[in-house]
């Protein structure tokens, strides 16, 4: 999931995940500074700096067996 700040000022985003029909629980994996982050569940909150961009990998963590 790429998550972007189109405006000239730093944000905090929350992305709610179950408008993407994401009902689980996740691991989050920053793929760009390749470290995890806190699960989450219901909803990804992140905070982004001016034309900041974060891009993460999801994974189910009931699929994954944890």
């Not at 700040?5 to 793929?31: G, H, P």
Request: glycine fraction near 6%; charge should be positive; hydrophobic fraction near 40%.
């Amino acid at each position: 999931m790429a998550v972007f700040n189109r405006f000239e000022k730093e944000t905090d985003i929350q992305v709610d995940l179950a408008s993407l029909n994401l009902t689980d629980a996740y691991k989050v994996r920053d793929l760009w500074r390749c470290a995890d982050e806190a699960p989450a569940k219901g909803k990804l909150s992140m905070h982004l700096g001016r034309h900041g961009v974060k891009f993460v990998k999801l994974s189910s963590i009931t699929q994954a067996g944890m």
